[in-house]
């Protein structure tokens, strides 16, 4: 099975920055697709980005409430995925899940993603 551990969750004052990572180990899909969803108490998870890599190429994808705030980044084997995220707002609170995927063509549903880390948590401040 494939092993996902998140890491760099925390507590910041709102308008700060913090850098979640995501670091896989073993049956890995080196063509898969990874991503970033969030939840917060007593709320469905949800999306926040992804990314899509190919032999040609790679693409990234962001929910519209963190265009512009949150960037995704990941190395060509996928083994480990990042998320750096800017302007922090207190509606940001929440436990953050790294997701892998083995599809070739990146989806934002949470079917799509067959393995789940733990989860870090995110708490923002006023």
């Known amino acids: 099975q494939v092993q996902l551990v998140e890491s760099g969750g925390g507590m910041v004052q709102a308008g700060g920055s913090l850098r979640l990572s995501c670091a896989a180990s073993?049956?890995?899909?080196?063509?898969?697709?990874m991503a970033w969803f969030r939840q917060a108490p007593g709320k469905e998870r949800e999306f926040v980005a992804g990314f899509c890599g190919t032999l040609y190429g790679s693409s990234t994808y962001y929910a519209d409430s963190v265009k512009g705030r949150f960037t995704i980044s990941s190395d060509n084997r996928k083994t480990t995925v990042s998320l750096q995220m800017n302007a922090l707002k207190p509606e940001n609170t929440a436990v953050y899940y790294c997701a892998q995927g083995s599809g070739t063509i990146f989806s934002s549903g949470v079917g799509s993603y067959d393995f789940w880390g733990q989860g870090t948590q995110v708490t923002v401040s006023s």
């Open positions: 073993g049956r890995t899909f080196s063509r898969g697709i």
